[in-house]
């Protein structure tokens, strides 16, 4: 009776143990489930960053309006929007803008509906006429890795293939009496990755045939300064003169075309940047023809 006894006492003890250790499991199983966002990864509903508009100035000490450029993710774009912005908060930031200054921005809405400011600078031009050298004959030039290839040159001189790549197509048009003095050349046209090329021969279709045309679209292909499609409008201003060239009347430097243009050899040389949204869609380079 005596050892049922025991035996019944030391198993509820080995019961209760398990239990205990169970419950100890299931709780820090629990606790580690428990997930709190990281410092500076917490994210806000209906936020918006690097955002870019025109500043219109104070409505009253916390609020500031803003007229978003149009194109953007920002809901009410092209409109004068009303930002939650108090005056403590911007003291550095705002103190110095004059309506017109365009300006960059982070904002989300806040529990109220509000539009409220994160951050909020202006967005300044870089580069200067007087630190940024004009443009010269190697600017008329498309870096590919490597390897460049100048307007004008020719494809007997150089391989276009070991520069570009593999041709992805390739036509040969006869230009008709509409072409002026091109009447009668020969276009080739030729299309790479991320590169499209027209090329002149005033000789016949079997050339030799002369860089008239670079038209960048993608890929690793730069200006002679580095610029390539994607990269931030900001990146003409920087390495390009102001001024210089054609460009047309527009107040919005974030959806515009850049011109430069020079003389080379008798013949106008045109390098043209094609911006929206503020980013570098397409670049191209070209001989302009008598």
């Not at 430097?253 to 869609?281: H, Q």
């Amino acid at each position: 009776m005596v050892n049922r006894l025991l035996v019944f006492f030391l198993g509820a003890l080995l019961l209760a143990g398990l239990l205990l250790t169970g419950c100890s499991k299931k709780d820090s199983g629990t606790a580690g489930e428990v997930s709190v966002p990281p410092a500076g990864q917490v994210t806000r509903p209906e936020s918006y960053q690097d955002i870019y508009g025109v500043y219109n100035g104070r409505i009253d000490n916390n609020i500031i309006e803003i007229r978003i450029d149009p194109g953007q993710a920002f809901p009410g774009g092209d409109a004068a929007t009303a930002f939650l912005f108090p005056v403590e908060q911007g003291v550095g930031a705002a103190a110095d803008l004059k309506t017109g200054d365009r300006v960059k921005l982070n904002c989300f809405k806040n529990s109220s509906g509000q539009w409220q400011i994160t951050s909020l600078k202006e967005e300044k031009e870089a580069g200067s006429p007087k630190d940024i050298p004009a443009l010269g004959e190697g600017d008329f030039t498309v870096k590919s890795g490597q390897r460049s290839v100048k307007l004008g040159a020719s494809d007997r001189d150089v391989n276009l293939g070991e520069v570009f790549g593999k041709v992805i197509s390739e036509n040969v048009v006869r230009l008709g009496a509409d072409a002026g003095a091109l009447a009668g050349s020969y276009v080739k046209n030729q299309v790479y990755d991320g590169i499209e090329l027209g090329l002149l021969s005033r000789r016949g279709s079997g050339g030799p045939f002369k860089v008239d045309t670079m038209h960048l679209t993608g890929g690793a292909h730069a200006t002679a300064r580095g610029v390539m499609v994607g990269d931030c409008y900001t990146r003409i201003l920087e390495h390009y003169p102001a001024g210089n060239g054609k460009e047309p009347a527009r107040e919005d430097p974030r959806n515009r075309s850049y011109s430069y243009a020079s003389l080379n050899e008798g013949e106008g040389m045109l390098l043209s940047f094609e911006v929206r949204d503020g980013v570098i869609r397409s670049i191209t380079l070209q001989i302009e023809h008598p």
